[in-house]
């Protein structure tokens, strides 16, 4: 049945209601950049010490607001005000229709049904309604969460405008039925993207563990853990949750990931040892994570050797073929069959600006210096702030005596590498044997 209203859902959800009253002063403003940062708590301070005076906001912020923290009280009265200055105000009558069935005030919710011109409202219809008979409450809860789930999955929704109206949705749903637990996993989700991960904690806690969701909440607690800045904190507070749930399988991965972005190499390797040991089906990924931990703790020999393993698994990974390969290259080693596998990863993923470096590079090393310029240029146009990048087309361009213009983007490289990047010396070198000659 939802896809017969998917037309009406993205108009209602893209277009926001007309504004009420909009006015310039400080407090609208304030209200209106706290909104738009998803700050729904100082949407709802502004709106509070207003109350006394004439506030001319539209009011469609506050009432958003309101849901979403889950304050149905005040989003009530909100929505009061907004239906006494636009009686057919979408969102206000959606707060008002949910109240009225959450209470069992029908007659309420069927008052509502029309609008001033006694048209029915296709949303509101798909919402409350089916066969002309108002639904269960249970019903209307997974009614709310099919739009939320059709504009979350729909790729051409511009999230970035419309966070605040899912959340809406999502919070609506999850009124109506507080047992709904995939709407409240989706809640948390939708605040994990706006980055507020305190408030998305507290969602996703309300998840029991006898629910199908407990372990999709704690996996998503765990990730936003491994987010934070104080390593030891965040170490403690995921190992603490994958004992807690008998060393998930996700959940151990999370760990392991964290382990290696915070360059805790050994522990990684270890985690990730014994998550090949416990799924075979993405063994080849665990083995490629590992590879790259003993690639970066300076341990060629064990990351080759896990490379050709995932790739025994895995033979088309673009990733993996374009590591293996980018090794060999740098090492000097095995060009024409690294070149083999880098242009099939191309051809897998030719939006990777990673696998087109390494291809460049590699075309580089066969001494094919346009074609190497070629492709390093179209990976500059991508990336134009990749040092490593910069670099190499600093070499290449040295290696076809256009030497004022290595130095140029080798310089440029300098300004934009980081410690991470092991380039700043080298660098320092390849230009001061440039200003010598």
Same mark, same amino acid.
């Given at each position: ?7 009406? *859902? ?54 958003? +607001?309101?849901?979403? *923290?889950?304050? *149905? ?7 009061? !005000? ?11 009558? =959606? ?17 509502? &049904? ?20 108002? #639904? ?5 809860? %997974? ?5 939320? @789930?059709?504009?979350?999955?729909? @790729? ?20 109506? %039925? ?12 939708? =605040?994990?993207?706006?980055? $507020? ?21 704690? @996996? ?5 853990? +491994? ?23 996700? =959940? ?7 382990? &290696?972005?915070? !360059?805790? /190499? ?5 985690? /990730? ?11 080849? /990924?665990?083995?490629?994570? &590992? ?6 703790? $300076? ?15 895995? &033979?088309? +990974?673009?990733?993996? =073929? ?8 740098? @090492?000097?080693? !095995? ?8 242009? $099939?990863?191309? %051809? ?42 910069? $670099? ?33 010396? #080298? ?6 044997? /440039?200003?010598?000659?």
């Amino acid at each position: 049945m939802i896809k017969n209203y998917k037309y009406f *859902i993205f108009i209602y959800i893209l277009l926001f209601s007309k504004a009420i009253l909009a006015s310039s002063s400080a407090s609208f403003l304030i209200s209106q950049n706290a909104f738009n940062n998803y700050d729904f708590a100082q949407v709802l301070y502004e709106y509070s010490i207003n109350q006394g005076e004439e506030f001319k906001n539209d009011y469609l912020d506050e009432l958003i +607001s309101a849901v979403v *923290i889950e304050d *149905i009280l005040v989003a009530e009265k909100i929505a009061e !005000k907004i239906l006494l200055i636009d009686p057919d105000n979408q969102e206000a009558k =959606l707060v008002q229709m949910t109240k009225a069935i959450k209470n069992n005030r029908l007659i309420e919710l069927n008052s509502l &049904r029309f609008d001033s011109a006694s048209n029915k409202n296709d949303l509101l219809e798909f919402l409350f309604y089916k066969d002309n008979k108002i #639904k269960t409450k249970s019903s209307i809860s %997974n009614s709310f969460l099919d739009i939320v @789930r059709s504009s979350y999955s729909n @790729r051409d929704v511009n999230y970035s405008q419309n966070y605040n109206f899912l959340l809406f949705y999502a919070s609506l749903s999850i009124f109506l %039925n507080r047992e709904n637990y995939e709407a409240i996993l989706i809640k948390g989700q939708l =605040l994990q993207l706006i980055n $507020d991960f305190i408030f998305a904690e507290k969602t996703y806690l309300k998840i029991p563990e006898n629910s199908q969701y407990f372990i999709d909440a704690q @996996r998503n607690i765990a990730f936003n853990y +491994s987010r934070e800045n104080v390593f030891t904190d965040a170490e403690n507070k995921i190992k603490k949750i994958v004992k807690k749930n008998n060393s998930d399988y996700e =959940l151990k991965k999370i760990l392991a990931d964290f382990y &290696r972005i915070k !360059k805790k /190499y050994d522990a990684a390797i270890n985690l /990730y040892t014994q998550l090949i040991v416990n799924n075979f089906e993405e063994a080849w /990924y665990m083995f490629y994570l &590992r590879g790259i931990c003993y690639e970066q703790s $300076d341990n060629w020999d064990r990351a080759e050797k896990d490379f050709i393993e995932s790739l025994k698994l895995k &033979r088309n +990974s673009p990733d993996v =073929l374009n590591y293996l390969a980018y090794g060999w290259i740098e @090492r000097d080693i !095995k060009i024409d069959e690294s070149f083999v596998m880098l242009t $099939d990863a191309y %051809n897998a993923n030719p939006d990777s600006f990673y696998i087109l470096d390494s291809l460049a590079w590699a075309y580089f090393k066969k001494k094919d210096y346009e074609k190497a310029a070629e492709l390093m240029e179209e990976v500059i146009d991508m990336v134009p702030g990749e040092a490593i990048s910069l $670099d190499h087309l600093g070499d290449i361009y040295f290696a076809m005596n256009r030497k004022r213009e290595a130095a140029y983007f080798w310089k440029q490289a300098k300004d934009l590498a980081t410690p991470e990047d092991n380039l700043i010396e #080298k660098i320092e070198k390849k230009l001061e044997k /440039y200003n010598a000659s």
